[in-house]
């Protein structure tokens, strides 16, 4: 299994990593990208089962990312990990197509919970 | 020029502002996975301001919501606990007075999350503006920093790191 991170904070990218291991997902790959744009390019080879995505990010946000995704016929599943909490951006997220909003800070067990429904351990 | 340190402060923090203030250490305390404990201390000397760190948060309309200063010693350990950097390194960066790049990228992710701690319903909050190491802050922050409506000034406890200040002025 694959994952993708995509976010412009080096050190969230890191903590990404240590949490989905932490979670159970400790055998699975993981690639990363900066922002949006990145995250194009990573994925002309890669093909990943899942992406996590920040929101606030340069040069393409995440929910940028995911309506170019969609425009393209998106094949991915597609998930946000984000310190955005307000109404409004939730119900456009979910509106954009996204399966899940994970808060930060998160812990070990809501990765768990929430990623098992979406692509099992 | 040195700046007023806290006399134009009319009154002291509002229960909104401490309860803010005790919402980011309960948060840094979750984030950095360790003890975080905020002690209320008196205003501390912004100035001089090249050995502070300033964090500005803005609504979308570009209007300053808050403020947040702090001294080297919190950015320096928020910044390593929250890769579980050592300690020393921090205490290192401390002892210079100025934080490595890597730290002060730390510390703006930590900041940046700390936004939902002001969350106000139809008032959305902007990823935060770090100033410092520098990048000389912007006319309307330096403004609050000068006669802040109201501040509270923290003393943080990392537990495995140290102790930093933390001042929130609106």
Known sequence: ?121 | MPLPIGETVKKGPSAELQSSGESICRLLADLLGRSVIGKKMPPFPLTPIGRRIVIAFEEDDGSIRFVLVCDTAFAAFAGAALLMVPAQIAKECVSAGQCTPELLDNLAEILNICRQCFDRPGHHIAPPQLYGAGRAAAAGVMSLIAAPKQRLDLEVKISGYGDGRLSILI
């Open chain 1, 1 to 121: 299994m694959q994952f993708l991170i995509v976010d412009d904070s080096k050190a969230m990218r890191m903590i990404v990593r240590r949490t989905l291991r932490q979670a159970g997902f400790e055998s699975c790959e993981a690639v990363e990208a900066a922002n949006g744009m990145e995250a194009l390019k990573v994925l002309e080879t890669a093909a990943p089962d899942l992406i996590l995505c920040d929101w606030n990010m340069p040069e393409m946000s995440g929910l940028e990312l995911l309506k170019e995704l969609q425009n393209g016929g998106n094949r991915y599943k597609f998930g946000f990990v984000t310190s955005e909490s307000t109404p409004e951006m939730l119900g456009a997220a979910k509106d954009a197509g996204a399966l899940f909003i994970i808060t930060k800070p998160f812990t070990p067990e809501k990765f768990q919970e929430t990623l098992q429904g979406v692509v099992g351990t």
